[in-house]
C-alpha cells in the first residue's frame, strides 16, 4: 500500500498506532489522517472516548520516506513534543500539523531535533505559534534546522514584525513555496523577504490579511532578486498607489498569477499593467469583483504587455461580449483571456 487516508474520526489512537505497526504498512507514501479525533475528549452519549495519540520513541512506522497529514487532529504541544522524539519523524520528507495547538513547546521540540532535518514541507497553519514560537521553530545552527524546505505553511499564527528576521536568518537552500496568510505584521517582514538573498528560489508567495500598506507594496515592487511566478496581495490596506507600484516594478518580471485587492485596483492601475513591459509573463489575474470600465478592459484585451494573459476574473455579461467582438471586427489583436467571450458570441451566432 502507497496512500492510506482516513479522514474525519475514521480512526482513533490506539488504531493508528496499531495500523502503522502492521505488517504491509512500511513502504506507505502517504498518510492522510485529516480531522481525525486523537485527544482525549469528553464521550458524548453512551460512545467512549476516543483514544489519544501516544507515541514512544522507538515507533517508526513507515521505512520509506512519506507524507503525514495531521491537520486539525486535536493535537496539543506535548502530543508533538513526544512526535519529534521518535524515529518515524525521520522519514517523514512531508509534515501537516495546521490547526493543532503546538504552541511554543512543540515549536521547540520540532525545531531542535535532527529527525526533521529531511523535511522538504511543512503546515503550521493556525498553530497558535506567535513571534516566539516562530524563532523557536526556526533556531538557527540548531542540529533540526529546517534550510531544506521548500513548501513553509505560517499563515494565521499572530506573526508581527518582531519576528520578521527570523526566516531570513535560516539559509533556505530551495524554498519554493512561502504563505503568511492572515497574520499581524506589516512593512518588516515585506523589507525581510525583500532584501535577503535567502529568498531568491521563492516560486510563490502568500502576504494577504497583512496591513502591508502602500509602503509594503513599493518595497516588493523593487525586490530585485525575487523571480517570483505566484503572488498573493488580497486584503493588505495599499490604495491605487501601491498597486500602480507593483504592476510596474522588476517583482513582476517573471510573474504569472497575481491576486490582488478589488477595493484598491482602479482604472490607472490597469493602465499602468498594461503598459508595464514587467507584465509580458502573467498568465492570470484576480482582481475580485471589480467593475471593469470599458477603457480598462480594451487595454486588458489588446495590450501587446499582456500576450500571455490567458484568464482574468471578469463577469462575462453582454457589454463586454459586444466589446470584444468590435475590437476583434476592427482587426485588433486580443489577448487569450477574451478567447471564451469570443466563443460564446460566435455561438450565440451560429445559433441565431
Known amino acids: 500500500m502507497k496512500e492510506l487516508v482516513l479522514h474525519s474520526n475514521s480512526v482513533d489512537g490506539s488504531g493508528l498506532i496499531a495500523l502503522l505497526r502492521a505488517e504491509g504498512f512500511e513502504a506507505l507514501h502517504r498518510l492522510d489522517l485529516h480531522e481525525n479525533a486523537f485527544v482525549e475528549v469528553p464521550s458524548e452519549g453512551e460512545g467512549a472516548a476516543p483514544a489519544p495519540l ?18 486539525s487532529c486535536g493535537l496539543h504541544r506535548d502530543t508533538v513534543i513526544a512526535l519529534a522524539q521518535t524515529y518515524c519523524l525521520e522519514e517523514v520528507t512531508s509534515l501537516w500539523l495546521g490547526g493543532n495547538a503546538i504552541c511554543v513547546e512543540g515549536a521547540a521540540a520540532l525545531g531542535s531535533t ?46 508581527t514584525d518582531a519576528s520578521a528576521r527570523v526566516l531570513p536568518g535560516v539559509g533556505f537552500m530551495r524554498l519554493r513555496e512561502l504563505s503568511l496568510l492572515g497574520n499581524l505584521f506589516g512593512v518588516g517582514w515585506v523589507e525581510a523577504i525583500a532584501s535577503c538573498a535567502g529568498f531568491a528560489s521563492l516560486d510563490a508567495l502568500w502576504l494577504s490579511g497583512n496591513p502591508l500598506g502602500d509602503a509594503g507594496l513599493e518595497l516588493l515592487a523593487g525586490a530585485t532578486h525575487l523571480r517570483l511566478k505566484t503572488l498573493g496581495l488580497e486584503e493588505v490596506g495599499a490604495s491605487a498607489r501601491g498597486l500602480i507600484a507593483l504592476v510596474t516594478g522588476c517583482v513582476m518580471e517573471g510573474l504569472e498569477t497575481l491576486h490582488v485587492d478589488c477595493e484598491a485596483w482602479t482604472d490607472e492601475v490597469t493602465h499602468a499593467l498594461a503598459s508595464s513591459r514587467s507584465s509580458q509573463h502573467l498568465e492570470s489575474l484576480d ?5 471593469w470600465g470599458e477603457e480598462a478592459l480594451t ?10 494573459l490567458g484568464w482574468v476574473d ?16 476592427a482587426g485588433a489583436t486580443l489577448n487569450p483571456w477574451t478567447d471564451a467571450a469570443l466563443s460564446a458570441r460566435d455561438l450565440e451566432l451560429s445559433n441565431g
Open 54 to 71: 501516544v507515541f514512544d520513541e522507538d515507533f517508526r512506522g513507515p521505512r520509506e520516506p512519506f507524507a503525514l497529514d495531521l491537520v
Open 114 to 159: 535532527v529527525r526533521v532535518a529531511q523535511l522538504t514541507a511543512l503546515d503550521v497553519e493556525d498553530c497558535g505559534l506567535g513571534d516566539e514560537g516562530l524563532a523557536a521553530l526556526f533556531v538557527p545552527g540548531s542540529p533540526g534546522v529546517l534550510s531544506g524546505l521548500e513548501s513553509l505553511f505560517l499563515q494565521g499564527n499572530g506573526l
Open 287 to 291: 482582481v475580485g469583483e471589480w467593475s
Open 299 to 308: 487595454a486588458l484585451a489588446t495590450s501587446t504587455n499582456l500576450r500571455a
Open 314 to 329: 471578469v463577469d462575462r455579461d453582454d457589454e463586454l461580449t459586444e466589446l470584444l467582438g468590435a475590437l476583434h471586427e
